[in-house]
């Protein structure tokens, strides 16, 4: 089974920029709806953060507002999640998860990316 791989997790301080990248070795995600969750410290549950419809349609979670920003590159196969302004609260890892058909359903989840923001 393949498994998708995020990168680009760091530590970094309150008001930072950092960008995440998914990527879906050997596979582009041309008709995959690309999702980013979260999970922070201590909690078990993924917290959904935002999408990118095969289309290109996007949404984010409303308590992140326009500080991240979801995209692809041309040749889709790699996914962004650009972070700006980030709080201490953001402390989480990030993982992303194709959907959309059976076979980007199918796809596994990755170890996800950490990111740590602190002063």
């Known amino acids: 089974q393949v498994q998708v791989e995020e990168s680009g997790g760091k530590l970094v301080q309150p008001g930072e920029s950092l960008r995440l990248s998914c990527t879906i070795p050997g596979f582009t995600a041309n008709n995959c709806d690309m999702h980013w969750y979260r999970r922070k410290p201590d909690e078990y549950q993924r917290e959904w953060v935002s999408?990118?419809?095969?289309?290109?349609?996007?949404s984010t979670l409303g308590s992140i507002g326009d500080r991240f920003t979801t995209s692809k590159n041309a040749r889709k196969d790699t996914i962004y999640l650009q972070m700006r302004n980030v709080k201490l609260e953001d402390t989480a890892t990030y993982f992303c998860?194709?959907?959309?058909?059976?076979?980007?359903?199918?796809?596994?989840w990755g170890q996800g990316t950490q990111v740590t923001v602190s002063s």
């Open positions: 998860k194709p959907y959309g058909n059976t076979w980007c359903d199918s796809l596994r």
């Open positions: 999408t990118i419809k095969s289309m290109g349609a996007t």
